[in-house]
């Protein structure tokens, strides 16, 4: 496990580009923490990391946004999800086995879904207003050996 903190939202997308280089197809991270803990917007560090241009929102009403950068990219926010079948008509496995990469905000909410080969991050609010506690674990050793890297 890694765990840091992030002073300010600089040290966040430094560590969200550092995450993004180690990522590869068929990556999955799983984000949680409190609201306002910054999942959305390590969620958008990753993403422009990975060469998207395009202007990242959260899918908070969408549930999930699609973008094209050096792989394909689905981000998912399951904040909303009342029942778990709300998944299953959406098509999550499309999105969850396919060849790019999958972030879900909020993926507690939906554990039995998630693929066992994943990463796992936790933010929590830090001491300072600004900043944030990131911990990230690989559920599998070849993934720890990735997070090694950082």
């Excluded at 993004?20 to 949680?32: M, R, T, W």
């Excluded at 241009?53 to 009342?82: A, C, L, M, Q």
Aim: charge should be negative; hydrophobic fraction near 40%.
């Amino acid at each position: 496990m890694i765990s840091l903190i992030c002073h300010n939202e600089a040290a966040t997308i430094s560590f969200g580009e550092k995450l993004a280089s180690i990522l590869s197809p068929g990556d999955f991270i799983c984000l949680d923490g409190d609201l306002g803990a910054g999942k959305t917007f390590l969620s958008k560090s990753i993403i422009h990391a990975l060469g998207v241009t395009d202007y990242v929102t959260s899918p908070s009403y969408t549930i999930v946004n699609e973008y094209e950068g050096k792989y394909p990219i689905y981000h998912f926010d399951v904040y909303r999800i009342d029942d778990i079948d709300e998944m299953y008509e959406i098509g999550y496995e499309e999105y969850f086995y396919a060849e790019g990469i999958c972030l879900v905000e909020w993926a507690n909410m939906i554990s039995e879904l998630i693929p066992p080969s994943h990463y796992q991050i936790r933010l929590r609010m830090g001491a300072e207003f600004t900043s944030r506690i990131i911990e990230i674990t690989g559920s599998t050793t070849e993934l720890e050996k990735k997070l090694e890297a950082l």
